[in-house]
């Protein structure tokens, strides 16, 4: 599969809201409830921040929210706070045991 | 304490061999589904290989089928990724990482495997 496709790059000040896109096709975003959402720190391994397109797990704030429309699934990041610098991956399942990553997008806090 | 571990990454010339290894710890590693996913330095995430809770379903990446073989002891809780035939492009930092439903929520510190002559 190709994988999806993200902003390189999102930046906003602390205290805004920020999205970030993910789009894909009907054979991955567009087909299944099953979009997560990871944040990654530099040097660390990547932290699972939402699921099933807006399902947060136990510790994550409720600042970060997900939602899906069509091909295309975002991430909402509300009340931006210094720690939330770092690069974020989107992933669908794909079918038949596979899933598909997103190309990543950085996220600065100005 | 959840945990995964991985171990077994190292420098290999192009065409070699590796085997990495993840050992579960904290949670009952044969009810669950694993996955291997990569990371090319300073690249973003690319999903390599799924294997059931009872190896009954495998799934492998394009980039690595027929190379790769992922297998897993349910015994020993234990994760394992043969690497045959290295390339260049396979170099990356290797994560194990166990599903819960249809998402990764649990991630190893990843071990870095290297392929140059």
């Known amino acids: 599969q190709s994988a999806l496709t993200q902003p390189r790059s999102v930046s906003g000040s602390p205290g805004q809201s920020v999205t970030i896109s993910c789009t894909g096709t009907s054979s991955d975003v567009g087909g299944y409830n099953y979009v997560s959402w990871y944040q990654q720190h530099p040097g660390k391994a990547p932290k699972l921040m939402i699921y099933d397109v807006s399902k947060r797990p136990s510790g994550v704030p409720d600042r970060f929210s997900g939602s899906k429309s069509d091909n295309t699934a975002s991430l909402t990041i509300s009340g931006l706070q210094a720690e939330d610098e770092a690069d974020y991956y989107c992933?669908?399942?794909?079918?038949?045991?596979?899933?598909?990553f997103g190309g990543g997008t950085r996220l600065t806090v100005l | 304490e959840v945990q995964l571990v991985e171990s077994g990454g190292g420098l290999v010339q192009p065409g070699g061999s590796l085997r990495l290894s993840c050992a579960a710890s904290g949670f009952t590693f044969s009810s669950y589904t694993m996955n291997w996913v990569r990371q090319a330095p300073g690249k973003g995430l690319e999903y390599v290989s799924y294997?059931?809770?009872?190896?009954?379903?495998?799934y492998y990446a394009d980039s690595v089928r027929g190379r790769f073989t992922i297998s897993r002891d349910n015994a020993k809780n234990s994760l394992y990724l043969q690497m045959n035939s290295l390339r260049a492009e396979d170099t990356a930092v290797y994560y194990c990482?166990?599903?819960?439903?249809?998402?990764?929520?649990?991630w190893g510190h990843g071990t870095m495997v290297t392929v140059s002559s």
């Open positions: 992933c669908s399942y794909a079918g038949s045991f596979s899933w598909v």
């Open positions: 294997i059931s809770s009872s190896s009954s379903a495998i």
């Open positions: 990482a166990r599903n819960f439903l249809y998402a990764l929520d649990i």
